[in-house]
């Protein structure tokens, strides 16, 4: 039976008729579960209307008021976390196990905005000159939209939502239409824990419903996280209607090993950063900078490891899941098929399964490129699948090369027990989030994730401080409570002394 999923608009579901409507599938049966309603652009602009009534008055919530909110959200969340675990796998075929991640490191950031009143506490300077006091205070922006892709459908909408909620915006999430489930199951908790009706908001859709909140004049800021191609569009539309915008965009993420490392723990991380929820990870590792002489060794360890890899059905206890829709699988394929024809070595195949699961899910399995040369597509472009390509180079300069050339600086990893190595390449590296003998390098909720170069447009990232200056407007107050002495004129630029 196919579900209707559909918008939750001022704390209720939606209860209109659709003009447009999409099909989310169970990747693993290749099956069609559910219809999403595709919002209108008249939608969205009631929706914003509801959001920006309810921003005024969260706005003015006390933050003992807004702290309780938060706290009662975490707690529901936990409670609920294997429930939306569940709709993540359903929907996007990741496993389990991989959902349940997901959602925790949401969690923690919603732990994060639980501290929102030591978070926006701001500077205070008595008597900066006679009888003036400054000091800074932070504002809520209004109404703020979040847009997210479908391989994190729980997490990268917990990225935004609760620091934006925290910092007293309403919130319009457009999650990614192909597995929408689980930002609606999460965003019911919000009603559930107290926040007042219209302060978050769902709407499903495509471009149609981005292109709307991307101009609407009530939308005051944007948190985008997606393809490259569609973050710099989102980014340039979105700044020239006057909004803020962070836009993430893409990655390829290199690992380097350098001949010191263990390589077993290289290999260890090779496999589980490059073929964990299929590659679909905007941190997975896709190419593998092997220093020679290590290269042979290295892949046979992978190798080796890749064998005992189960693909399959999320719930049923596998590695790896399917990948997202049946076109995503196929463009992954052509991929496998573009590096055989540019010469790269396949070392392992995994288009041929075996798969545990029903035949039409949309199963790949890992794949191993070996002999990989910078020209080739499958090192250029983002596969965002299960294909590691492994690229030879003769030293640690050749592959720090390599890494900066590459127009994604997202994530990336070094493997070496030299700490004068690690050290040199934290610094020398262009990349936003680096790993050191850590493959996924993902910062914890109280730093900020974002990566660099093309894979970022704007200049803040996503959660830590700079999610809580993203949401919020600084405002400086010079005041001075008169002395009954005080008198006189004087049109001088004003002094301190
Ligand atoms: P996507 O760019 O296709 O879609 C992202 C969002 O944009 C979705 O909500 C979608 O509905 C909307 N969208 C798609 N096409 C649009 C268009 N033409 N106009 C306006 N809106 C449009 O991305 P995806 O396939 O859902 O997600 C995978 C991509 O996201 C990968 O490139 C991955 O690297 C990236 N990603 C990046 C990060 C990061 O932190 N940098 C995190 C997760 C995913």
């Given at each position: 039976?196919?579900?209707?999923?559909?918008?939750?608009?001022?704390?209720?579901d939606?209860?209109?008729?659709?003009?447009?409507?999409?099909?989310?599938?169970?990747?693993?049966?290749?099956?069609?579960?559910?219809?999403?309603?595709?919002?209108?652009?008249?939608?969205?602009?009631?929706?914003?209307?509801?959001?920006?009534?309810?921003?005024?008055?969260?706005?003015?919530?006390?933050?003992?008021?807004?702290?309780?909110?938060?706290?009662?959200?975490?707690?529901?969340?936990?409670?609920?976390?294997?429930?939306?675990?569940?709709?993540?796998?359903?929907?996007?075929?990741?496993?389990?196990?991989?959902?349940?991640?997901?959602?925790t490191?949401?969690?923690?950031?919603?732990?994060?905005?639980?501290?929102?009143?030591?978070?926006?506490?701001?500077?205070?300077?008595?008597?900066?000159?006679?009888?003036?006091?400054?000091?800074?205070?932070?504002?809520?922006?209004?109404?703020?939209?979040?847009?997210?892709?479908?391989?994190?459908?729980?997490?990268?909408?917990?990225w935004?939502v609760?620091?934006?909620?925290?910092?007293?915006?309403?919130?319009?999430?457009?999650?990614?239409?192909?597995?929408?489930?689980?930002?609606?199951?999460?965003?019911?908790?919000?009603?559930?824990?107290?926040?007042p009706?219209?302060?978050?908001?769902?709407?499903?859709?495509?471009?149609?419903?981005?292109?709307?909140?991307?101009?609407?004049?009530?939308?005051?800021?944007?948190?985008?996280?997606?393809?490259?191609?569609?973050?710099?569009?989102?980014?340039?539309?979105a700044?020239?209607h006057?909004?803020?915008?962070?836009?993430?965009?893409?990655?390829?993420?290199?690992?380097?090993?350098?001949?010191?490392?263990?390589?077993?723990?290289?290999?260890?991380?090779?496999?589980?950063?490059?073929?964990?929820?299929?590659?679909?990870?905007?941190?997975?590792?896709?190419?593998?900078?092997?220093?020679?002489?290590?290269?042979?060794?290295?892949?046979?360890?992978?190798?080796?490891?890749?064998?005992?890899?189960?693909?399959?059905?999320g719930?049923?206890?596998?590695?790896?899941?399917?990948?997202?829709?049946?076109?995503?699988?196929?463009?992954?394929?052509?991929?496998?098929?573009?590096?055989?024809?540019a010469?790269?070595t396949?070392?392992?195949?995994?288009?041929?399964?075996?798969?545990?699961?029903?035949?039409?899910?949309?199963?790949?399995?890992?794949?191993?490129?070996?002999?990989?040369?910078?020209?080739?597509?499958?090192?250029?472009?983002?596969?965002?699948?299960?294909?590691?390509?492994?690229?030879r180079?003769?030293?640690?300069?050749?592959?720090?090369?390599?890494?900066?050339?590459?127009?994604?600086?997202?994530?990336?990893?070094?493997?070496?027990?030299?700490?004068?190595?690690?050290?040199?390449?934290?610094?020398?590296?262009?990349?936003?989030?680096?790993?050191?003998?850590?493959?996924?390098?993902?910062?914890?909720?109280?730093?900020?994730?974002?990566?660099?170069?093309s894979?970022?447009?704007?200049?803040?990232?996503?959660?830590?401080?700079?999610?809580?200056?993203?949401?919020?407007?600084?405002?400086?107050?010079?005041?001075?409570?008169?002395?009954?002495?005080?008198?006189?004129?004087?049109?001088?630029?004003?002094?301190?002394?």
């Amino acid at each position: 039976m196919s579900t209707r999923i559909t918008h939750l608009i001022g704390g209720r579901d939606w209860k209109g008729v659709p003009e447009r409507t999409g099909e989310v599938y169970n990747p693993a049966a290749g099956a069609v579960s559910g219809r999403v309603d595709l919002a209108s652009a008249d939608l969205v602009a009631e929706v914003a209307a509801t959001a920006k009534a309810a921003a005024r008055n969260w706005a003015d919530a006390s933050l003992t008021r807004r702290t309780r909110v938060l706290f009662a959200f975490r707690e529901l969340l936990n409670q609920r976390k294997e429930e939306i675990a569940e709709l993540i796998t359903a929907e996007h075929g990741k496993v389990l196990d991989d959902a349940l991640g997901e959602v925790t490191r949401g969690l923690e950031v919603a732990e994060f905005a639980c501290g929102i009143p030591h978070l926006l506490q701001g500077g205070y300077t008595e008597g900066a000159s006679t009888n003036v006091d400054v000091y800074s205070i932070r504002q809520p922006l209004g109404v703020v939209a979040v847009i997210s892709p479908f391989n994190f459908p729980a997490m990268v909408p917990l990225w935004f939502v609760p620091i934006a909620i925290a910092c007293g915006n309403a919130v319009i999430l457009k999650p990614s239409e192909k597995d929408p489930s689980a930002a609606v199951a999460v965003a019911r908790l919000w009603t559930e824990a107290g926040l007042p009706d219209g302060v978050m908001n769902v709407v499903h859709g495509d471009k149609e419903a981005v292109d709307a909140l991307l101009t609407n004049p009530d939308v005051a800021a944007v948190s985008f996280v997606g393809s490259t191609p569609i973050a710099r569009y989102v980014y340039e539309t979105a700044t020239a209607h006057g909004k803020r915008v962070q836009a993430l965009g893409g990655a390829k993420n290199h690992m380097l090993v350098l001949p010191d490392a263990d390589l077993d723990l290289a290999a260890d991380a090779a496999v589980n950063a490059g073929f964990g929820s299929a590659g679909e990870r905007c941190m997975a590792i896709s190419a593998l900078v092997a220093v020679e002489p290590v290269a042979d060794r290295l892949v046979a360890k992978i190798k080796e490891r890749m064998g005992g890899l189960r693909t399959g059905d999320g719930t049923k206890g596998c590695d790896m899941g399917p990948l997202v829709t049946a076109a995503h699988r196929d463009k992954v394929t052509g991929y496998v098929r573009a590096g055989i024809e540019a010469g790269a070595t396949l070392v392992v195949d995994g288009r041929e399964g075996p798969f545990d699961g029903d035949e039409a899910g949309f199963w790949l399995g890992p794949t191993l490129f070996d002999h990989v040369t910078p020209e080739m597509s499958i090192y250029r472009e983002e596969i965002f699948g299960p294909v590691l390509s492994v690229v030879r180079v003769p030293s640690y300069d050749a592959g720090l090369d390599l890494i900066n050339t590459n127009p994604y600086g997202n994530g990336t990893a070094i493997f070496t027990n030299d700490g004068g190595a690690a050290r040199r390449f934290q610094r020398e590296v262009e990349v936003g989030m680096v790993g050191i003998n850590v493959p996924i390098p993902v910062p914890m909720a109280y730093y900020s994730f974002g990566g660099w170069k093309s894979s970022l447009f704007g200049d803040t990232h996503a959660h830590g401080m700079d999610g809580v200056r993203f949401f919020t407007r600084g405002k400086v107050v010079t005041s001075r409570w008169l002395d009954p002495s005080h008198g006189g004129l004087n049109l001088g630029f004003p002094r301190t002394d």
